[in-house]
């Protein structure tokens, strides 16, 4: 029923940056927190950043502080993640999702819907 469709992953050198996008159908989302995980080869997901139902509270994961800046579309049915100063280990498949609870729910790694994933490739 719910369906979220990420674009904007690719190849990009060390130092560089890309930029995510999330856009979800089948329904409404201005009553979800939506967010970002990866999972790079042989690791476990993990969630990387996230974003309130308003849009005014976000939240990341220690290693991308400073780096990347998850925001909400005005249509609230989108979110984008901005991911600057790149690096090797952040290479992973990125998912986007939604979540009906808290932030504090999908920053402790839950989310109700997930999208299939993009690749991003960061080289050395």
């Known amino acids: 029923q719910v369906q979220l469709a990420e674009s904007g992953g690719g190849l990009v050198q060390a130092g560089g940056s890309l930029r995510l996008s999330c856009a979800a159908s089948?329904?409404?989302?201005?009553?979800?927190?939506m967010g970002w995980f990866r999972q790079a080869p042989g690791k476990e997901r993990e969630f990387v950043a996230v974003?309130?139902?308003?849009?005014?509270?976000?939240y990341y994961v220690n290693s991308v502080k400073g780096r990347f800046t998850i925001s909400r579309g005005n249509a609230k049915n989108t979110v984008y993640l901005q991911m600057n100063s790149l690096k090797p280990e952040d290479t992973a498949v990125y998912y986007c999702a939604v979540g009906s609870d808290s932030i504090a729910t999908m920053a402790g790694g839950r989310a109700d819907y997930w999208g299939q994933g993009t690749q991003v490739t960061v080289s050395s």
């Open positions: 974003i309130s139902r308003s849009g005014s509270t976000t």
């Open positions: 089948g329904r409404t989302f201005s009553s979800y927190v």
